[in-house]
């Protein structure tokens, strides 16, 4: 079985510059917030090609490279000290990764699903649009070991609703198509790209309840939709 990440087991409320803006406050940076905010989106915009790029090496220190000098480069443009640079990173990090983040909430259905499926020989992976810190978030949430591969977007320069990206997923499990099941929040990336893979999936809708045979309402009812 293969899942999508945001919005199925990992809610995301990732919006950068608001992340670099409340993270300089924290610091007890005085400034202007909505001026730097728009400052921060238009150096990370001008650089998001770069970004891409750099995911491709599947190198973790090649991105914490890149957010450390967009922030020093934005601080620098914005006139805070250079000694506050770390510390709006480490903080930022916090957000991201620590026990209290306000970017990234796992639901509460995951653990219990995963355990299921993982104790009945379900082999699980994970398969999203998302850039190489897809490793870290699902370690940091203690469910990165679940999953027998993970497969990031940006790593492999293929996006859902793309096929070649399931294809990949496959290829490293060494398994066909039809023995697989995909979970995810969206009826094109999801559904529909894993239909083109020859792959059956379900969408996932937190938000109303499970209407007909390829939707959940929640993880808890996979077991019971493959026969667990």
């Known amino acids: 079985m293969t899942f999508d990440c945001a919005q199925t087991l990992i809610a995301v ?30 150096l990370l915009r001008k650089r998001w090609h770069d970004f891409r790029e750099l995911n491709l090496s599947r190198d973790e ?57 993982k104790s009945a020989g379900i082999r699980l992976a994970v398969v999203s649009n998302w850039d190489i810190s897809l490793h870290k978030t699902l370690r940091a949430f203690g469910i990165y070991d679940f999953f027998e591969t ?8 293929v996006e859902k609703p793309d096929p070649k990206i399931f294809e990949i997923t496959l290829d490293r499990m060494q398994i066909s198509p039809e023995k697989v ?39 808890s009812e996979l077991p019971k939709r493959i026969g667990i």
């Open 61 to 117: 220190s090649l991105a914490d490279a890149f957010w450390l000098q967009l922030t020093a480069d934005w601080a620098a443009t914005c006139g805070f000290s250079p000694v506050k640079v770390c510390e709006i990173i480490r903080i930022a990090n916090d957000s991201l990764y620590g026990a209290e983040s306000t970017v990234f909430s796992m639901y509460s259905d995951v653990i219990e699903c995963l355990t299921t499926l």
């Open 181 to 219: 099941v995909h979970v995810g929040d969206n009826p094109i990336d999801d559904l529909r790209g894993a239909k083109s893979a020859g792959i059956k999936g379900y969408i996932i809708d937190r938000e109303n309840p499970s209407e007909g045979n390829l939707y959940i309402s929640s993880l």
């Open 150 to 157: 993970v497969t990031a977007s940006m790593e492999e320069g």
């Open 13 to 42: 409320d990732w919006r950068p510059a608001i992340l670099a803006v409340e993270s300089a406050a924290s610091a007890g940076i005085e400034f202007d917030q909505t001026s730097a905010a728009v400052e921060y989106d238009n």
